[in-house]
């Protein structure tokens, strides 16, 4: 099993910047990707960033050269830092982890980005 805990969600103004974390735990040996999915109200989930281990991250087209995905093995956690934030990018940001085909994900948490 994997645990996956994010955190660093917010409210935020627009054109300011916010960074998500997710730190894994349990069996985290063997984990391919890890990647950020978001879910706005009344839309269905899509994907945010996506990179798989000792790889590059991929980004969804609406976050290229705003949102980038760093991972730190050491501490078994990967970011987002948000920047340029809009209200578009308003949802609940969730942390996913993929081993052995098996999916796993974070409780979620919120970003708003309003005036």
């Known amino acids: 099993q994997v645990q996956l805990v994010e955190s660093g969600g917010g409210l935020v103004q627009p054109g300011e910047s916010l960074r998500l974390s997710c730190a894994a735990s349990?069996?985290?040996?063997?984990?391919?990707?890890m990647g950020w999915h978001r879910q706005a109200p009344g839309k269905q989930r899509e994907l945010v960033a996506i990179?798989?281990?000792?790889?590059?991250?991929n980004y969804a087209d609406s976050v290229k050269g705003r949102f980038t995905m760093s991972r730190d093995n050491a501490k078994n956690t990967v970011y987002l830092q948000m920047n340029s934030l809009k209200p578009e990018d308003t949802a609940v940001y969730y942390c996913?982890?993929?081993?052995?085909?098996?999916?796993?994900w974070g409780q979620g948490t919120q970003v708003t980005v309003s005036s």
């Open positions: 349990g069996t985290i040996f063997g984990i391919n990707d």
């Open positions: 990179m798989p281990t000792g790889g590059r991250p």
């Open positions: 996913k982890a993929v081993r052995n085909s098996m999916t796993y």
